[in-house]
């Protein structure tokens, strides 16, 4: 779990990050929504009638408790029939697997994983444009603690005249020499 504090300057600039994670999050989905696709159409010949096939092919049109309890499944602790039933075997504090499905499986946790990080983004999303028409903004520090790239926390500072321009100041000279 990724884990940070971020300061950003305006609502603006903490709006394009949380669509740049949006963004982020409906493209991983849709590439590994394609490998899954692949995955389940490379092995329905050859796997289609078995139980690792049907639930991975139903799960994604099932309800939430039905994804649930069965991708519980796999998580067994132990090395018994169970785990080695499932696919999966506990070595210390990971799963591993060697079946074919494995892969099929860890696609559509990520999948899953990636839109429900979308949706609270979305709703972040919208609280922070309740935030400007509140009208916060302009003389506002965003200091956002961030879990997973999603805000949770935001403290508020108001800006003084130095700290915005500390942050941009450059200065310069430039001579030109003309030739004669």
């Given at each position: 779990?990724?884990?940070e504090?971020r300061?950003?300057?305006?609502?603006?600039e903490?709006?394009?990050?949380i669509?740049?994670?949006?963004?982020?999050?409906?493209?991983?989905?849709?590439?590994?929504?394609?490998r899954?696709?692949?995955?389940?159409r490379?092995?329905k010949?050859?796997?289609?009638?078995?139980?690792?096939?049907k639930?991975?092919?139903?799960l994604?049109?099932?309800?939430?408790?039905?994804?649930?309890?069965?991708?519980?499944k796999?998580?067994?602790?132990g090395?018994?029939?169970?785990?080695?039933?499932?696919?999966?075997?506990?070595?210390?504090?990971i799963?591993?697997?060697?079946?074919?499905?494995?892969?099929?499986?860890?696609?559509?946790?990520?999948?899953?994983?990636l839109?429900?990080?979308s949706?609270?983004?979305?709703?972040?999303r919208?609280?922070?444009?309740?935030?400007?028409?509140?009208?916060?903004?302009?003389?506002?520090?965003?200091?956002?603690?961030?879990?997973?790239?999603?805000?949770?926390?935001?403290?508020?500072?108001?800006k003084n005249?130095?700290e915005?321009?500390g942050?941009?100041?450059?200065?310069?000279?430039?001579?030109?020499?003309?030739?004669t």
């Amino acid at each position: 779990m990724v884990t940070e504090i971020r300061t950003f300057y305006s609502l603006k600039e903490l709006s394009e990050n949380i669509e740049e994670e949006i963004s982020f999050c409906k493209t991983a989905s849709e590439e590994y929504g394609e490998r899954l696709g692949s995955i389940l159409r490379d092995n329905k010949s050859e796997h289609g009638d078995e139980e690792w096939f049907k639930a991975l092919s139903g799960l994604q049109g099932a309800p939430k408790e039905t994804k649930s309890k069965d991708k519980n499944k796999g998580n067994k602790k132990g090395k018994g029939k169970k785990g080695a039933k499932s696919g999966w075997i506990q070595f210390n504090d990971i799963m591993l697997s060697k079946e074919k499905h494995g892969e099929a499986q860890i696609l559509f946790d990520a999948i899953e994983e990636l839109k429900n990080k979308s949706a609270r983004l979305e709703k972040i999303r919208n609280d922070i444009e309740d935030l400007k028409r509140l009208g916060l903004g302009e003389n506002v520090i965003y200091i956002a603690y961030l879990r997973e790239e999603i805000p949770e926390k935001i403290v508020l500072h108001k800006k003084n005249g130095d700290e915005l321009g500390g942050k941009f100041e450059f200065m310069t000279k430039i001579s030109l020499v003309c030739p004669t």
